[in-house]
C-alpha cells in the first residue's frame, strides 16, 4: 500500500487512479459532487446554532478575535504547562459552533468502500454510547490551522495574501481521547477496494461569495486513515467543547488542521478518489510556480516556532530574561532549537526542556541578559529530526499557507 502521507504521493496515486490528467475544471466540477459522494444533506436534525459564531468566552488577554476564529495569545501560555488549556485553545469555524444533542446524534458510514455499500439513505450507524464502548485509546497531538503564520507573508515578505491574518496561535496540542478510526472501519465493513473517506462536519453549510459549497467535509486517504487516526470525544481529560467538536470529533495527526473535522456526522466511505471544495479550491498551493489546479492537496504541517512572549514585549536592561517557547513539526520530533537575540547575526542552542511523542511539541528555555536599551528581535529556529529547518524567507502562495519561516518576534528593552 502506498504511503499517503505526503503531498505529492497523494496527488500521483489519486490522480492516477481516476484520471491520468485532472483539469481544474474537473477538479472542481467533482468537488461539487458529481456522482462522487458530495452530497448536501440539509437535515439539522438534534442540533442548534448559537447567537454568536464562537461559545466559549473569548477574553482579550487570551484571544485575538477575527470574526468566526479566534487566536491564542501566546503569552496566555506562560506558565500553562505542557497542554494547551481548553479555555486558551484557538478555535477556527467556517461559519458557527452547532449545538448538538448527543443523545440523538448518530455517526453515519456509507458508501462503495465498505462491503455490503450502504446507501446514504440506509448507512451503518454508531451511536455515541457505541463509541464510548469501544476501546478507547489517548493521543496528545497539535492541531493546527493550516494558514497560521499567514500575516507573515506580508508584514515579513512584503508579499500579498488572502484569509484570516492569524499570527502563530492557530495552533494548540491537547491530550485527546476516542476510537481508532481504523476500529470503527472494520466495524462498518472495510472492503479491500476502499481508497477514499470523505469526512463531514455538522456546522451550517458555508457560502463563499454567494455560491453555497455545503458543509465542510475533506477526503482522507484510507491509508492515513488506518494509520493513527482518531474519533475523539475527549480533549485534556474532559468531553470536548462546542467549539473543538463535540460530540466526536477527527484528530489527524501531523496533517493541516481541516482533515481533523469537527462535529463529525458522516463519513463516506468510496471505491474511488472523492474531492470537495476543501481540497480543489482550499488547501492547496496557488500562484507563481504552481500549475492552474495548484499543488497536491496539503497533508503535513511544516517546522514553527514561536516565543510565549506579548508582540512588542517589554524587557528590562541588566536583569536576566527565561525566555520560552515551543517547537512543532508535521514531520515527527523537534531536534534542536536555535535562538537569536540579534536579529539572526548570532544563534545558540535552545535548553530542551519537554516533548511528549512525535506529533506534539518541544517546550524550550534560553536565557538572556540585555545589557543595552533598544528595540531587538528575536528568532527562533527548529530543525526537526527528517533535517528541515525552519528557512528565511517561506515560498509564497496566494492563500498564505504554509508558513513556516523564522518570525522576527520585536521586543523593546528599557
Not at 73 to 86: D, N, S
Not at 93 to 103: E, F, G, M, S
Request: aromatic content about 10%; hydrophobic content about 35%.
Amino acid at each position: 500500500m502506498d504511503d499517503l502521507t505526503d503531498e505529492a504521493t497523494y496527488q500521483q496515486v489519486r490522480a492516477a487512479q481516476w484520471h491520468r490528467h485532472l483539469s481544474r475544471r474537473n477538479l472542481l466540477r467533482a468537488s461539487a459532487g458529481a456522482g462522487l459522494g458530495a452530497t448536501i444533506l440539509t437535515s439539522s436534525a438534534g442540533r442548534a446554532f448559537a447567537d454568536d459564531p464562537i461559545v466559549k468566552p473569548l477574553p482579550p488577554e487570551l484571544f485575538t478575535v477575527y470574526g468566526t476564529n479566534a487566536e491564542t495569545k501566546w503569552e496566555a501560555m506562560r506558565g500553562q504547562g505542557y497542554l494547551t488549556p481548553t479555555d486558551r485553545f484557538f478555535v477556527r469555524n467556517h461559519t458557527r459552533t452547532p449545538l448538538i444533542d448527543a443523545k440523538t446524534w448518530r455517526l453515519k458510514l456509507w458508501g462503495t468502500g465498505l462491503r455490503d455499500s450502504p446507501g446514504e439513505d440506509r448507512p451503518v450507524e454508531f451511536s455515541y454510547e457505541d463509541l464510548l464502548r469501544l476501546p478507547a485509546e489517548g493521543l496528545t497531538a497539535f492541531i493546527e490551522c493550516t494558514g497560521n503564520g499567514r500575516s507573515f507573508y506580508t508584514t515579513q515578505q512584503g508579499q500579498t495574501v488572502s484569509g484570516t491574518p492569524w499570527k502563530l496561535g492557530g495552533v494548540g496540542v491537547a491530550h485527546w481521547r476516542g476510537v481508532r478510526l481504523s476500529t470503527v472501519l472494520e466495524r462498518a465493513g472495510l472492503s479491500r477496494r476502499a481508497v477514499d473517506l470523505l469526512p463531514r462536519g455538522l456546522d451550517a453549510e458555508f457560502l463563499d461569495k454567494g455560491v453555497n459549497l455545503g458543509r465542510v467535509r475533506r477526503p482522507l486517504p484510507v491509508a492515513k486513515a488506518l494509520k493513527d487516526v482518531l474519533l475523539a470525544y475527549e480533549m485534556n481529560g474532559r468531553p470536548l467543547q462546542p467549539d473543538h467538536g463535540f460530540p466526536v470529533r477527527l484528530v489527524v495527526p501531523s496533517w493541516v488542521g481541516i482533515a481533523s473535522i469537527k462535529w463529525l456526522g458522516d463519513i463516506q466511505v468510496a471505491d474511488q478518489p472523492l474531492f470537495s471544495p476543501w481540497n480543489t479550491q482550499y488547501y492547496r498551493l496557488f500562484g507563481p510556480g504552481y500549475p492552474p489546479e495548484g499543488s497536491a492537496p496539503l497533508t503535513r504541517q511544516v517546522v514553527k516556532s514561536a516565543f510565549e512572549l506579548p508582540w512588542n514585549a517589554q524587557l528590562t536592561t541588566g536583569r536576566t530574561q527565561v525566555l520560552h517557547g515551543r517547537s512543532w513539526s508535521g514531520n515527527g520530533r523537534i531536534r534542536q532549537v536555535e535562538v537569536s537575540v540579534d536579529g539572526g547575526v548570532t544563534w545558540r542552542r535552545a535548553h530542551p526542556r519537554d516533548q511528549r511523542g512525535s506529533r506534539a511539541w518541544l517546550t524550550w528555555e534560553v536565557h538572556w541578559r540585555p545589557e543595552h536599551p533598544g528595540s531587538y528581535e528575536l528568532l527562533a529556529r527548529a530543525t526537526d529530526e527528517t533535517g528541515a529547518t525552519q528557512p528565511d524567507l517561506a515560498p509564497y502562495n496566494t492563500l498564505g499557507y504554509l508558513f513556516g519561516a523564522v518570525v522576527r518576534h520585536p521586543v523593546t528593552v528599557a
